[in-house]
Nanobody, 114 residues
Framework: VQLQASGGGLVQPGGSLRLSCVAS????????MGWYRQAPGKQRDLVAT???????NYGDSVKGRFTISRDNAKNTVYLRMNSLKPEDTAVYYC?????????WGKGTLVTVSS
């Protein structure tokens, strides 16, 4: 499975951004896609995940501000980020989990700064 993420960039505090990630290759229909992030000097943390059935899970720091969604026909997961804060600055990694296997994208940088 290969993952291609896009949509990162520079945004001002309070702004919005949308990330996308397309999965390709041998895709099993039952899976979980999601986003994790890693700030400099910190561990990689959960942002949000969504199962192929639509069940979502969010990290505490993004609840109420970020929304994850997916298009199963396009094997694509989206992350809508609103009310962005400087502490949201990180490299965001797309993740695909299925049949006990984890796959990671290369990451896309999100910088929240004025």
């Amino acid at each position: 499975v290969q993952l291609q993420a896009s949509g990162g960039g520079l945004v001002q505090p309070g702004g919005s951004l949308r990330l996308s990630c397309v999965a390709s290759g041998s895709i099993f229909s039952i899976n979980v896609m999601g986003w994790y992030r890693q700030a400099p000097g910190k561990q990689r943390d959960l942002v949000a995940t969504i199962s192929s059935s639509g069940r979502t899970n969010y990290g505490d720091s993004v609840k109420g501000r970020f929304t994850i969604s997916r298009d199963n026909a396009k094997n694509t997961v989206y992350l809508r980020m609103n009310s962005l804060k400087p502490e949201d600055t990180a490299v965001y990694y797309c993740n695909f989990f299925s049949r006990g296997m984890d796959y990671w994208g290369k990451g896309t940088l999100v910088t929240v700064s004025s």
